[in-house]
């Protein structure tokens, strides 16, 4: 079994960022090699299928995972690292006894899958003698033989590393040339091909591709000692290198002058701005503490969503097993029942796996339940949460929302946050229609610093670019903003959403959950949304 | 077999370093065993053993270097693995950055990171260390829910230029929550030791149920500037994210705390409050730790704080021979120094404050001054004339270790725990001694109604 590695990128603000490296290293060409082909991976299937069924067991899955992995990472003039990881094997899960079991290997041949079949069954019994509850799994029909692929144009793993090379060096040397005194640029690319075989009779087999591409543009003055940090406003997405076409159809230029984008991005001119609006940072004017009304972009919104919808409204989490690390929620089945209301009445936050582009996107979880859209909070109310198939008759729905994900062949798939996103407004709205009624607002793009208490009540949240709003216009940039939010109370002070021509995804490509931890990639939609009279604090401090 | 010997790494690494023609080769074997017990809702959810063993290959031709790993020895796996380092060596740009493998080195043993008996915890230890922790919240109607993970490995590296190194060590950490089942109080309790011996599950379990049914009805009060007694686990969560950035490069480029107004850095200033003193020690009895860094650089005992001046930074082999500078090994442990007192008795001490068991989803707001929010968690007390009063409402916190470190009352008895270790976020883990801590003028900023 491969153990997580952990590869720790120096140069993002004062902190390292540390990323989960799984599998093995190899050559960018293997990234390319089709190991096994689907008729194989079924007769292989088919043994762990066979042999779990023989040792006892009532229920019984196959994962087969090629799990592949490619960091570009550099600074300013230089390539600091190239990395091409490979993580191959099967992963079986059995109920026996009403017990769950699991065991995984790396070796592919039947004799190894039969093997972990059989262990999985023995664990499955063992586990057996303590376990109060059997497990209720929701009825699934089998699908046969399906496939499914991301829609992508150009797969990102196919491009050679020189040209990726040449593209961070480029956005690197524009945003030297733009007056940064430090960036840094990196390319993750993620492929999943992963084959799901059950005893309720699929057979599905899967090809799943994410990118991402962050920077961070770094501007210090000497003299005053004062150094400030731009992100890229990018996100990451389920698409192939087409994203980073550097093609402009797609964006957006919003009130204030700030670009934004859609399905594609121009990273080299986002540097560009970020060294600007870095330089700008370091004498802008410091936030007067107060209320204020703001108004959220959807590269800031989404992480809001994300925290304070999307964890919270996670089942496992309500029903408490996640309550020594992660914690519970606060939005407990009885709220459901007695229709909480979670935010005002334009407020529809829905799950959706089926979205074109997003990172949560894939016909089938990982326990073969084709994937769909529901709501979980409806004009304001709390009706629904994210459930897998173990876990549907809690809530008393028939069948799991398709939320079952493992990050790896080796682990245990359970359940995860599938897209959460706000549903854009009914009525035509633009961004500069909403901000045109603000008299006293800020205007928040990108994601900052965040902080959310165990039960997903009390959050704090910064962000990348923040400008000030005075009588219905944007008139500067200002600094050391952060605000402090009480969930059900924030999004009841959501007064106006744009509509759906300005309904952006942005997302987290490495969301973490669980012990031992496993991370997935998740997207949140929305169009830019107002909330009013909201306590903003000022971050600046001395330490002499 | 994930556990390798002395004898039989280097035999593999031997093997390596003769099969290589580049340059210069380093190999290292990396073998881990991890058992863990998982447990919620009163029931074991799930356990397991995760055995690892792998091989990296660093090649270089001067500045090009490439890397490969393997988890299979056989002579023609151990063929193919240089050779794929060394292909992919040729095919890389070159790194102006890179550095020579460094030449032998002596690197004084650290036995005591190894514990037999750790080595040896068994599925059923495990299994009883999740029914201890259950069984008195059950009679209790209280909830448990826990995470107990043994892990026990090996390090060993060889290199074209002579230097040779192997270590193995041993960790045993265990968190349990424990709820009231109508939810209304939490309590935590956290363990770290490098010896299984040195753990007793029902006696942690224990502070959780006396916190958790301490928690209940707690009281809001405003939010604002007090004093706290943040016990070791909650202030290593704080000083750990600092110390994270006592980077040489980061501060002569000017964008640290540890930056200096008109350039240069804060080397040899005072920036805590005199009575603290931070040091590393790969040999230190409670927190043992391999002998040499990343860049197999042999680790000595060093002031990293002394005296509340800054006394080290931490340079890579490359940023030092740029700048012209000593550049000691990164240490793999932070010690910071305390008195003898318990957690109690820095209560009984104390006129007016909070107690703090646990700090949260802490976050960086502003990396000029490190600036953290945070949130406390699983047990916030309110001490009056050297009491607990009553439980308080959790609050969140915008602080910085930098200022905290300036309002130190007092210090307790140092504590065990590890930080940055595979959680999300994570990352390699370091070992840390940290005192429970007596900070006046803490800052709370809101509170949380989460329990």
New interface residues.
Partial sequence: ????H?L?I??F????L?LPVGG?????EALLEVPMSVAAKKVLADVGLEAATAAGASYCDVRIGRYLQQFVISRER???N?VNTESTGVGVRVIANGTWG?AAT?ELTAMAVAEAARQATAIAKA?AK???EPVQLAPLKGVGEVAWATPIEKNAMAVP?KDK?DLLLSVNAAALEAGA??VNSTLFLVNEQKYFASTDGSYIDQDVHRLWAPLTV?A??????????RNGLSAPVGMGYEYLDGTSKDALTMPGDVQMYGNRYDIVADAKAAAQQAKTKLKARSVKPGKYDLVLDPSHLFLTIHENVGHPLELDRV???????A??S?A?LDKRDDGFQYGSDIVTLYADRTQDGSLGRVAYDDEGVATKRWDLVKDGVLVNYQAIRDQAHIIGEKASHGCCYADSW?S?QFQRMPNVSLAPGKKPLTPAQLISDVEDGIYIFGRG??????????A?F?GQLFYEIKNGKVTEQIE?V?Y?I?TPEFWNACSAICDESDFRLNGSF????G???Q?SAVSHGAATARFDQI?V?N?????? | MSMLSEKQAREILDKVIELSKADECIATLTG?K?G?V?F??N??????I???I?L?VQVAYGKRVG?????EFDDASLARVVS?AE??AK???E???FMPALGKQDYKASDPAFVKASAEVSPEYRANVAAESIEPCRKDDL?A???F?DNTSFSAFATSTGNFGYHKSTTVDF???V?TDD?TGSG?VNRNVADVAQFDAKSEVARAISKAKGSVDAKAIEPGKYTVILEPAAASGLIG?MM??F?A??AD?????L?????GTKMGEQ?FDKRINISADPWDNEAPVQPWDGENRPRNKIAIVKDGKINYMNYSRFWAKKQEKDAPAQPGNILIAGGSKSTDQLVADTKRGILVTRT????????????L???T?DGTFYIEDGEIKYPIK?M?F?E?P??MLNNVEELGLPQRSTI?G???????PIVMMTPAMKIRDFTF???????
């Fill in positions: 079994m491969h153990r997580r952990f720790t120096t140069g603000g004062a902190t390292a540390v093995r290293l190899i050559a960018a230089q390539i600091d190239v699991f790396n586990n303590i376990q109060r590393i090379v005194s430090f770094t210090t003055d000497k003299q005053s000692g004062k150094f400030r940090s029903l408490g097993y996640e309550a020594n690390y914690g519970t606060f407990t080796s245990v610093s965040y902080s959310i208490d165990q039960q997903r009540y009390n704090q910064g050391d952060a402090q009480r490495f969301d973490g959950k012990q031992p931890p991370v306590n604090i971050t600046a401090r001395s330490i002499g | 881990t991890d863990n998982r919620a809702l029931n074991v959810s799930t356990s397991g995760v055995s690892d792998q990296a890397v490969a790993t393997i988890n794929r292909e992919l095919l890389a740009p790194n102006d950055e909830v829910a826990g995470f993970t968190t349990c929550t709820r939810g935590w994210f994270f950035g980077d490069r980061q480029e000017g964008r640290s705390f930056s200096k107004k008109g350039g920036l949260w989803y802490i976050r960086m707001v502003d990396p000029q001054t490190v600036l929010t945070g949130l968690r959790n969140r915008n910085s930098v200022i940055g595979g959680g999300p976020g994570g990352g390699q900023t809101s509170l949380s109604d989460a329990v």
